[in-house]
């Protein structure tokens, strides 16, 4: 049976911020082992999971989220902090997410209603905006919680960047890098 690709709409981060987390890894990841590391053109924020969706459907969501999107500013995030998904000692996801930000929650939110609108069931959770870096630890030592720090630059500073385009991307788990682009959605440039 064939694998039917799913696909999610989210953030495509800008190249400078693709490349400073690809370096903050290739320098930490010693530190951090974990199973499988993100390849860099992968990082992204979710903001709407749809599963696999039929083409017809698909075609009407790039439609209804070109609406909604149309108008939206750009706007600016900072990388904040590292964090983990699941078990304390042996966490199944390792990311880094963004201050927080009332625009990206308010498009995010308008991006996830307009999917439920169109009848696709979403996950209920939260929205915890992050960008993934790897999955499953694979150490026997348990990971510790405190080794979590703020992602900053090698001078120690804050790491900003414009949001400037949201993507509908279909995801092919056999590739690498895995996710493949099928909407792009810019966003007005800041005045």
Sequence with gaps: MALKNHYFFAVKLPGEVKSFLNEWVEINK??????????????????????????????????????????????????????????????RIFWTDVQKSEVLMELQKKVYESCVKMGFELDKKPFRPHITLARKWKSEQPFHQDNLTLIRTNEGKLFSFTVSEIALYESHVESSPKYKEIAIFPLMPKE
């Design 30 to 91: 010693e530190a951090f082992p974990f199973k499988k590391w993100v390849h860099p053109e992968d990082y992204h924020i979710t903001l709407a999971f749809l599963g696999f969706v039929e083409e017809s459907m698909l075609k009407n969501s790039i439609e209804k989220i070109k609406e909604v999107l149309a108008g939206e500013n750009s706007f600016t995030l900072t990388l904040n902090e590292i964090g983990t998904f699941g078990a304390a000692k042996s966490p």
